[in-house]
């Protein structure tokens, strides 16, 4: 069963950027989808972002034109850049199978502030 180890959250300002890791331990080829989640204070996890085999990807209408997935085979790692942050960012990302769910990782906390 693959598990997944997320990194790279932080505090950033309103506007900056980060880019978080989503590194698998074992391959994640044959993984068709590839979704990044968030989890803000008090609220259950969102999908919002999310990447197929081919390249597809999706994101949350309130990500969209700011974030972008990625991934990476041969280093069994998915990428979420993150731009133009906003305090609305802040939460716990967390990378996992939307449409095979395995076991969460412990996330990667993010915090947007001035």
């Known amino acids: 069963q693959v598990q997944f180890v997320e990194s790279g959250g932080g505090l950033v300002q309103p506007g900056g950027s980060l880019r978080l890791s989503c590194a698998a331990s074992?391959?994640?080829?044959?993984?068709?989808?590839m979704g990044w989640y968030r989890q803000a204070p008090g609220q259950q996890r969102e999908l919002v972002a999310r990447?197929?085999?081919?390249?597809?990807?999706n994101y949350a209408d309130s990500v969209k034109d700011r974030f972008t997935v990625s991934r990476d085979n041969a280093k069994n790692t998915v990428y979420l850049q993150m731009a133009s942050l906003k305090s609305e960012d802040t939460g716990v990302y967390y990378c996992?199978?939307?449409?095979?769910?395995?076991?969460w990782g412990q996330g990667t906390q993010v915090i947007v502030s001035s």
């Open positions: 996992n199978d939307p449409i095979i769910t395995m076991p």
């Open positions: 990447i197929t085999s081919s390249g597809t990807t």
């Open positions: 074992r391959s994640i080829t044959r993984i068709y989808t």
